[in-house]
């Protein structure tokens, strides 16, 4: 199983930054991990522009999870079987999206499979990817029977 993790600008707070690659250096042992930063728009109707930057970065046959406020929130163990879920399915890619500052656009959204909200606060785009890669090895931890989850 492959999890592509797309999403708009860099992560540029270096904290974040170590917390970030810690979280996929540790996920990398369930899953191939790869990290797709698709740039950023300064201008001009951003989540057009950016939507389209997005959709030619989702393989056609991946099974995407769009990252949006408006999305189901689930536990740590809802995560799990969500995963286990995917497993079961024999999905071979995940693409997990997190938009710009101004959201996705339309197109991302009915291109999503899936949409996942990881909490009713509101997270920086950063601070947003360090905690779902968190969540995602946790998930797999829970799923193993690891300590790391207790």
Known sequence: MKFR???VGKTRDQHYKALQEDYLQRLSHFVNVEVVEVKDSKDGDRRTTE???ILEKIDQNSFVCLLDVEGKQK???GIAQMIEGWQRD???EISFVIGGAD???ITVGERANTVL??????FTH??????LAEQLYRGFT?????????
């Open 5 to 7: 993790f797309i999403w």
């Open 51 to 53: 939507g389209k930057r």
């Open 75 to 77: 536990s740590s163990h």
């Open 90 to 92: 024999g999905i071979r």
């Open 103 to 105: 959201g996705v656009s």
């Open 117 to 122: 909200s990881l909490s009713f606060l509101t």
């Open 126 to 131: 950063e601070m947003a990817r360090v905690v």
């Open 142 to 150: 829970i799923i193993k029977g690891f300590p790391y989850q207790k």
